[in-house]
C-alpha cells in the first residue's frame, strides 16, 4: 500500500545515471554522420548549439548524448523566425541534465526528445523565452508527418505545429525531475514520458503545466482550446501513420536506478524485491507511475491555462496552486495528493478522477474567488474517496462552487466539505458512494444575500455526518436530500443541538428536508424556520428506529411547513413544531410500527389526565416529562400552543398483517388529513395538497401501485 503524504524532495548528484550501472560523463555531442548539421562550440562552461536543420519555423537538432554537468550551460542559439527548436538523442543512454538549458536570440519553444530517458539533476533550471518540453516518445508529429527519434528524417516535410507525441514501444522511457524547472510569464512546461516523477518545483506563471505518463502503444495529443492546452491519449492503431520503430528498449525505472545511479539519487531507492520506492516515505513507484509533488501556475498579472496530470498508473500530486485557472488530475490506478488551490476571477475548477482505484487527499483542496465565481470542484474515484482535509469553494461577491464526490464501487470519507458565498447564490453539493458516507460538516449556505443551494448525501450502506446546512440570512433556504440503505445519523462526537438545518434568518422561504434510511435515522435537531417567509418542509422515512431533536418548521408571517415522520420501528423525538403567528400552521404527520416517545411540555399536558389503555391505544406518561404513545387506530390531536399544528398519528401494520404502508397526505391548511385506505399489501402515495382543504384520494385494491395525482389548486 502507499501511504499517503508524500514531501520529500529527491536528489540527483551530477554524477547522473547511466546503463548497467555506468554513469554517463557530461557531454554534448552531435550524432553519427550530423545529419542535422548541428554545429556544438565548448567556452568554458558555456556549450553553445547552433545552426540545425531548419524546416519552415521549426529548427531541429540531433546528438548522439544530450548530458549536463552542475554550473555548465546549454545553450540553443536561435533567431526571431524560428518558433519551434526541436533536440531528439538517438545514443540509447538516457539524458542527465544537472545545469542550465537556454535558449538566446529568439523567443522560441524548445522541445527535447530521448526516449531512453530523461533526468533532471537537483541543480536542472531553465532559460528558455518560450514553452518547453522533455518527452520520451519516439517520435512528435508535426501535422502528418513525424520527427523521428530513430533514424532517417525527412526535414523538408517538417514544417507543422508540433502537436503529437508517440509512444508505440511497450515500456516507454522514464522522466525524472529534482530541479528548479520554470517558464516564463504565459508559457507551458510539459513532461511527457512512460514514468514521470518530479519532486522539484514546476512553475508556469500565468502558464499551464501539463505532465503525461502514457502507456505504451498510445500517442499523446495536444489540442488547443482557446488559450488551454488539452491533452488526449489514443491507441496507436488510431493514429495512422507512426514514427521508426527503436532499435533498443528504454530502462525500466529499476534498472535506470542501478548501480552508480542508485546511490547518486538520494531520495530514491531500489528495494530488494527490485521495486522502486521514494526515501523516508516506503511509497513505491511502479512503471506508469506519475508524482508530481511541487507545482504552480500562480501569476500576479493574469490568469494561466491550469495544471494537468494525466497518469497510465498511479499519481502523486503534493502541492498543486493555480490562478483562475483549472488543476486536472487524471489516473487509471490510485491517486494520493496533498493540497490544491485554484483562486483568481473566476476560480479555477478541480477535477480528480481515478478510473480504477481510490483517491487519498491528505490536505485542503479549495477554490476562492473574491469577484466572481468559484470554481467546481469533482472528485470521482471506482474505488474509495478519503479527504482527510476540508473541501471547500468559497465566493465573496459571486456564486459558490459546485462540489460532486463519488464513488462507484467504495466510500467516501471526508472532513468538512463547503460551498458557499456572502453575496450569489450558494452552491450545490452532491456526494454519492456504493457503500458507506462519512462526513464532517456539509454546508451550502449564503452568509449574507443570496439563496442557498442544495445538498445531496446518497449511499448503499450508511450515512454519519456532523451538521448538514443549506441555510440563508437574506434569501431562500435550500434543499438537503439524503438517502441511505442503511443508518443515518449523527457523529457521535458532533450529537446534540442543531443538525439539519434549511432555514432563512430574515427575508425568504424556509427549504425542505427529505431523509430515507433502510435502517434507523438519528437526526439531531432540525431547523426549516423562515420568520418572514413559509417554513419548509420535514419528511423522514426509516426501516427501523427513528430518533430525533426538536424539529421545529415555522413562521412568524407566513404559513407553517408540512412534518411527516415515519418508522418501522419505534419513534422518539423531541419537540415537533410547526406554526406561524398570522399564517397557517401546517401538519403533523406520524407513522410508526412501534411506540412513539415525544419529549414535549405540550404534549404531556394534553395528555396527563387521559394516561392508560383505551380503544386508541396505550398512553404512558413518563416522569421525565416525556409521553409514549402506541397506537392501535389513528389518533388525531389539535394543536398544542400557538406555534404547534395539528397533530396525526397513524400505527403501521404489522408484519404479517395486510403489509400496508400508508403515506398520508401533506396538507397545510391546519385541518386534519384523512389518508387512503389500501388493502393491496402495496404502497400507496396520495395526493399532496397545499389548497387549505380536506383531499380524499382513491382506494385502491388493485394490487399494484398506485401514485394519485398532485393537487394545488385549491379544491377537493
Not at 514531501?7 to 550530423?34: C, D, K, R, S
Not at 555548465?72 to 540509447?92: K, M, P, W, Y
Not at 501556475?297 to 496530470?309: K, M
Not at 394534553?606 to 394516561?611: A, G, P, S, V, Y
Request: proline letters at 4%; aromatic letters at 4%.
Amino acid at each position: 500500500m502507499k501511504p499517503s503524504g508524500l514531501h520529500l524532495a529527491l536528489y540527483l548528484l551530477p554524477l547522473g545515471i547511466g546503463l548497467a550501472g555506468t554513469p554517463v560523463q557530461a557531454q554534448i555531442t552531435p550524432e553519427t554522420g550530423n545529419p542535422t548539421s548541428t554545429t556544438i562550440n565548448i567556452n568554458g562552461s558555456i556549450i553553445d548549439i547552433k545552426n540545425g536543420k531548419t524546416a519552415g519555423s521549426n529548427l531541429f537538432h540531433s546528438f548522439d548524448q544530450f548530458n549536463l554537468d552542475s554550473g555548465e550551460t546549454a545553450n540553443f542559439q536561435t533567431n526571431s523566425s524560428i518558433q519551434n527548436i526541436l533536440g531528439r538523442v538517438v545514443g540509447g543512454d538516457a539524458s542527465l541534465i544537472n545545469g542550465l538549458i537556454q535558449v538566446t536570440g529568439g523567443n522560441a519553444n524548445l522541445f527535447l526528445m530521448n526516449p531512453a530517458g530523461i533526468i533532471f539533476g537537483a541543480n536542472a533550471q531553465l532559460n528558455v523565452m518560450g514553452s518547453f518540453t522533455a518527452t520520451t516518445a519516439n517520435g512528435i508529429g508535426l501535422g502528418s508527418n513525424w520527427f523521428n527519434a530513430i533514424g532517417n528524417n525527412n526535414y523538408a516535410s517538417l514544417t507543422g505545429t508540433p502537436n503529437q507525441f508517440a509512444f508505440p514501444m511497450s515500456q516507454p522511457g522514464t522522466i525524472i525531475n529534482s530541479g528548479n524547472l520554470s517558464v516564463l510569464e504565459g508559457k507551458n512546461l510539459n513532461l511527457f514520458g512512460g514514468t514521470v516523477i518530479s519532486t522539484g518545483p514546476l512553475t508556469a506563471p500565468g502558464g499551464q503545466i501539463n505532465i503525461a505518463s502514457v502507456a505504451g502503444g498510445n500517442v499523446l495529443r495536444l489540442s488547443q482550446d482557446g488559450m488551454l492546452l488539452s491533452l488526449d491519449i489514443i491507441p496507436s492503431s488510431a493514429a495512422g501513420s507512426l514514427p521508426n520503430n527503436l532499435t533498443f528498449s528504454p530502462l525500466d525505472l529499476p534498472a535506470l536506478l542501478t548501480g552508480g545511479a542508485a546511490s547518486n539519487a538520494t531520495g530514491v531507492q531500489k528495494n530488494a524485491d527490485g521495486s522502486v520506492s521514494l526515501i523516508g516515505s516506503g511509497y513505491k513507484i511502479e512503471n506508469g507511475d506519475l508524482v508530481a509533488t511541487n507545482a504552480t501556475t500562480t501569476s500576479g498579472i493574469a490568469p494561466g491555462g491550469g495544471i494537468r496530470l494525466l497518469s497510465n498508473g498511479s499519481l502523486n500530486g503534493g502541492s498543486l496552486e493555480a490562478l483562475g485557472s483549472n488543476v486536472t488530475l487524471e489516473a487509471k490506478g490510485d491517486i494520493t495528493l496533498g493540497s490544491i488551490n485554484t483562486f483568481g476571477s473566476p476560480g479555477g475548477d478541480i477535477t480528480i478522477t481515478s478510473i480504477e482505484g481510490k483517491i487519498d487527499i491528505t490536505d485542503l483542496l479549495n477554490s476562492y474567488s473574491n469577484t466572481d465565481d468559484a470554481g467546481n470542484i469533482t472528485i470521482d474515484a471506482n474505488g474509495d474517496i478519503t479527504a482527510t482535509g476540508a473541501i471547500t469553494g468559497y465566493s465573496a461577491n459571486g456564486n459558490a462552487t459546485n462540489i460532486t464526490i463519488s464513488s462507484s464501487n467504495g466510500s467516501v470519507t471526508t472532513e468538512n466539505v463547503a460551498a458557499m458565498t456572502d453575496y450569489g447564490h450558494g452552491g450545490n453539493i452532491e456526494i454519492r458512494a456504493f457503500n458507506d458516507i462519512t462526513t464532517g460538516q456539509v454546508q451550502a449556505s449564503v452568509g449574507q444575500q443570496g439563496d442557498a443551494g442544495s445538498i445531496i448525501l446518497d449511499a448503499g450502506g450508511n450515512i454519519a455526518t456532523d451538521k448538514v446546512r443549506a441555510f440563508s440570512k437574506n434569501g431562500n433556504g435550500g434543499t438537503i436530500d439524503i438517502t441511505a440503505g442503511g443508518d443515518f445519523g449523527t457523529i457521535p462526537a458532533f450529537a446534540g443541538g442543531t443538525h439539519l438545518a434549511v432555514n432563512t434568518n430574515y427575508g425568504g422561504d424556509a427549504g425542505s428536508i427529505t431523509v430515507n434510511a433502510g435502517g434507523n435515522i438519528n437526526a439531531g435537531g432540525i431547523d426549516a424556520n423562515a420568520p418572514n417567509g413559509n417554513g419548509g418542509s420535514i419528511s423522514l422515512t426509516s426501516g427501523g428506529n427513528l430518533t430525533g431533536g426538536a424539529m421545529t418548521t415555522g413562521s412568524m408571517f407566513g404559513d407553517g411547513g408540512p412534518i411527516y415522520l415515519k418508522a418501522a420501528e419505534n419513534i422518539n423525538i423531541g419537540e415537533t413544531i410547526t406554526g406561524t403567528w398570522v399564517g397557517n400552521a401546517g401538519t403533523i404527520t406520524i407513522e410508526v410500527g412501534g411506540s412513539i416517545t415525544i419529549t414535549s411540555g405540550a404534549v404531556y399536558d394534553f395528555f396527563q389526565n387521559n394516561c392508560g389503555t383505551s380503544a386508541s391505544g396505550t398512553v404512558e406518561c413518563n416522569a421525565d416529562g416525556s409521553v409514549t404513545l402506541t397506537p392501535s387506530e389513528t389518533l388525531s390531536l389539535p394543536g398544542q400552543g400557538l406555534l404547534a399544528g395539528p397533530v396525526k398519528i397513524i400505527p403501521i401494520a404489522p408484519s404479517g398483517s395486510s403489509g400496508t404502508t400508508t403515506t398520508p397526505d401533506t396538507d397545510t391548511s391546519g385541518t386534519t388529513t384523512t389518508p387512503d385506505t389500501d388493502t393491496s399489501g402495496t404502497t400507496t402515495t396520495p395526493d399532496t395538497d397545499t389548497s387549505g382543504t380536506t383531499t380524499t384520494p382513491d382506494t385502491d385494491t388493485s394490487g399494484t401501485t398506485t401514485t394519485p395525482d398532485t393537487d394545488t389548486s385549491g379544491t377537493t
